[in-house]
């Protein structure tokens, strides 16, 4: 793995903070969608959900002027939204990590990396983002006051090749 993937990989904080350090003004959030659906079966697994139970699903795009740099997808329990943390299901474009990263207690309690190579993505997707290469990611398990969600994120390589430019 290279080290600045690593480096990305590994970050402890806020990926926003990161991200609107490493590149200042032009640094946006896309909502590519927001519905209640049913997790995938790992995801539910993770995150002690029944299968069949919905949770709210958040797919977006960090930009920096437009140019992708991470797809994310967080997968937020009913549960997890009550009292205090309601704002999550209402952030638009607003980076969740803003909103959750601002939470006293907040944990990491479980963090997971995948490689993805160009031929896992779908077609589509792969042609929107230029995806022609491998792509790291990370799934990560948060939990603030005794709830839980999972926040997953892929590295494009534009974030890679911007970063070291920067």
């Given at each position: 793995m290279p080290n600045a993937v690593r480096s990305w990989l590994d970050e402890s904080g806020s990926l926003t903070a990161r991200l609107k350090h490493a590149f200042g003004q032009g640094f946006g959030v896309r909502l590519i969608g927001q519905c209640w659906a049913r997790p995938y079966v790992d995801e539910a697994a993770l995150l002690g959900l029944q299968t069949?139970?919905?949770?709210?699903?958040?797919?977006?795009?960090?930009?920096?002027?437009?140019?992708?740099?991470?797809?994310?997808?967080?997968?937020?329990?009913?549960?997890?939204l009550r009292g205090i943390h309601c704002g999550m299901a209402h952030l638009g474009e607003r980076p969740l990590g803003e909103l959750l990263f601002?939470?006293?207690?907040?944990?990491?309690s479980h963090l997971e990396v995948a490689r993805a190579i160009h031929?896992?993505?779908?077609?589509?997707?792969?042609?929107e983002f230029s995806i022609n290469s491998t792509v790291w990611g990370r799934r990560s398990l948060y939990q603030v006051d005794q709830v839980s969600l999972t926040v997953c994120e892929f590295f494009l390589p534009s974030v890679l090749m911007l970063s070291d430019s920067e």
């Open positions: 069949r139970r919905r949770a709210l699903v958040r797919e977006v795009l960090l930009h920096w002027r437009g140019q992708p740099l991470v797809l994310a997808r967080s997968v937020i329990p009913p549960r997890t601002a939470y006293r207690g907040l944990q990491r031929t896992h993505w779908k077609p589509p997707v792969a042609r």
